[in-house]
């Protein structure tokens, strides 16, 4: 079973309207971390956040925030009046204490801005 | 200053051949990783080091063998290559597990191994 879903696989949006990024993950442990990756055309991967479990604060860093809620096992990110930069792929992933020595990563949500 | 570095960014070889891609990283990290990015942008995970030590070999053939000469480098190489070697050839590296899990990984930008 996938640990982390991302089920938008591709969206494409407007520039200067606001998007959320889905991601559900799957853990049975009490503590770990979730992360955001992003992946712009040029390939490299970019950290952009990292939670812990017992940290449930959203999180805004400018026109980007996140929404962890653990009710839901969700970790959702919105970008705020995106831009055509925010044109991406966005990878969620969830790191446990006490399982397995990787990262389980998301599929990725392909972001398309369009001008 | 390049926290992870590959080299090559782009590699074009021929199917049969044997080839290496090195990644350094001046982090101070005692643990490093290599993925696999396939055309649908999967990552997948291949080998995990820390500290010179091999901590996971996921199912990969045995033509890839990791190297570690030291905590601040980790090479792939790959022997006899295949058509469906080409991908993304992704090095990362990371503090040790911390209190709640693997901690940040860093990403170096990647190898693009096209094999013809």
């Known amino acids: 079973a996938q640990k982390v879903t991302q089920a938008q696989t591709e969206i494409s949006v407007v520039e200067k309207e606001d998007v959320t990024l889905d991601c559900v993950y799957e853990?049975?442990?009490?503590?770990?971390?979730l992360f955001w990756y992003k992946q712009p055309p040029s390939g490299e991967l970019v950290f952009l956040i990292r939670?812990?479990?017992?940290?449930?604060q959203n999180e805004i860093s400018g026109r980007y925030s996140w929404n962890f809620q653990k009710s839901t096992s969700s970790f959702n990110f919105t970008i705020t009046a995106s831009q055509v930069v925010d044109s991406a792929v966005y990878f969620c992933a969830l790191s446990e204490t006490n399982t397995g020595n990787q990262f389980y990563f998301g599929t990725g949500t392909s972001l398309t801005v369009i001008p | 200053d390049t926290a992870v570095s590959q080299t090559p960014k782009y590699l074009v070889t021929q199917m049969g051949n044997d080839k290496s891609i090195k990644c350094e990283q001046n982090?101070?990290?005692?643990?490093m990783y290599w993925y696999k990015q396939d055309s649908k942008k999967f990552l997948k995970i291949m080998f995990s080091?820390?500290?010179?030590?091999?901590?996971i070999n996921e199912t990969v053939p045995n033509r890839f063998s990791p190297k570690s000469p030291d905590k601040a480098h980790l090479n792939l190489h790959i022997n006899s290559l295949e058509l469906g070697d080409s991908a993304v050839y992704f090095c990362?590296?990371?503090?040790?597990?911390?209190?709640?899990?693997?901690?940040?990984?860093?990403f170096g930008p990647g190898t693009r191994l096209l094999v013809l």
């Open positions: 853990t049975r442990d009490t503590t770990y971390y």
């Open positions: 990362a590296s990371s503090q040790p597990r911390g209190r709640y899990g693997l901690e940040t990984q860093y």
């Open positions: 080091y820390n500290n010179k030590e091999l901590i």
């Open positions: 939670r812990n479990s017992f940290d449930e």
């Open positions: 982090l101070g990290h005692d643990t």
